[in-house]
Nanobody, 125 residues
């Protein structure tokens, strides 16, 4: 019953920036812990970052810490991933995911309830 739709992916040069958006359906968006994952060709789907329902707590993978920022606007039912200083190794399909009432510290690939279809980010050298 929850639908997630990502947008904002595309082709960008190394060192550039992109902002991904994930729009959620329903009226209870503020009750969901949200997360961004990514999957590169031949790789597993890995956690990029997560954000609590209130937006006060976040987590980040070590590979993106200091470059990426996750945020949310509950009034717009939208979560964002701001990606700066992009590197070719950031190339992947990026997915947003949601889970009701889940603590951000417990977010994992196998524990999310809802997934978007993904948006492709390609970083060229």
């Amino acid at each position: 019953q929850v639908e997630l739709v990502e947008s904002g992916g595309g082709l960008v040069q190394a060192g550039g920036s992109l902002r991904l958006s994930c729009a959620a359906s329903g009226r209870t968006f503020s009750s969901y812990t949200m997360a961004w994952f990514r999957q590169a060709p031949g790789k597993e789907r890995d956690l990029v970052g997560s954000i609590s329902w209130g937006g006060d707590r976040t987590t980040y993978a070590g590979s993106v810490k200091g470059r990426f920022t996750i945020s949310r606007d509950n009034a717009k039912n939208t979560v964002y991933l701001q990606m700066n200083t992009l590197k070719p190794e950031d190339t992947a399909v990026y997915y947003c995911a949601a889970s009701f009432g889940l603590r951000v510290e417990l977010v994992s690939r196998d524990g999310m309830e809802y997934w978007g279809k993904g948006t492709l980010v390609t970083v060229s050298s």
